[in-house]
Nanobody
């Protein structure tokens, strides 16, 4: 079974920092681009940041200068460093990977993690 597993969510005060991690090392041999998306209550899922295999990054305007995405191709991992957090950053954060190859060789166009909740509140 192909899987992306996220961790690092939780409750943080406004202005605080949090680091999210996502790994597919248990089942995935390689991926294409990886990224983070989020879905706030009552809203559609939106892009937060993506990173290609060569390290090219893309950020939503709302997080530029505050969030940093990074990846480790050896461990099939992607990270999201979040700083200067605001209440409007509260959401379930989902890890995503495309062009995924499972250890068995099976190809998946896209794989999502189960989501991790980030709550920014005092």
């Amino acid at each position: 079974q192909v899987q992306l597993v996220e961790s690092g969510g939780g409750l943080v005060q406004p202005g605080g920092s949090l680091r999210l991690s996502c790994t597919g090392a248990g089942s995935i041999r390689r991926t294409g681009s990886m990224g983070w998306y989020r879905q706030a209550p009552g809203k559609q899922r939106e892009l937060v940041a993506t990173i290609t295999t060569d390290g090219t990054t893309n950020y939503a305007d709302s997080v530029k200068g505050r969030f940093t995405i990074a990846r480790d191709n050896t461990y099939i991992a992607v990270y999201l460093e979040m700083g200067s957090l605001k209440a409007e950053d509260t959401a379930v954060y989902y890890c995503n990977a495309d062009d995924v190859v499972h250890y068995t060789g099976h190809y998946y166009r896209e794989v999502w993690g189960q989501g991790t909740l980030v709550t920014v509140s005092s």
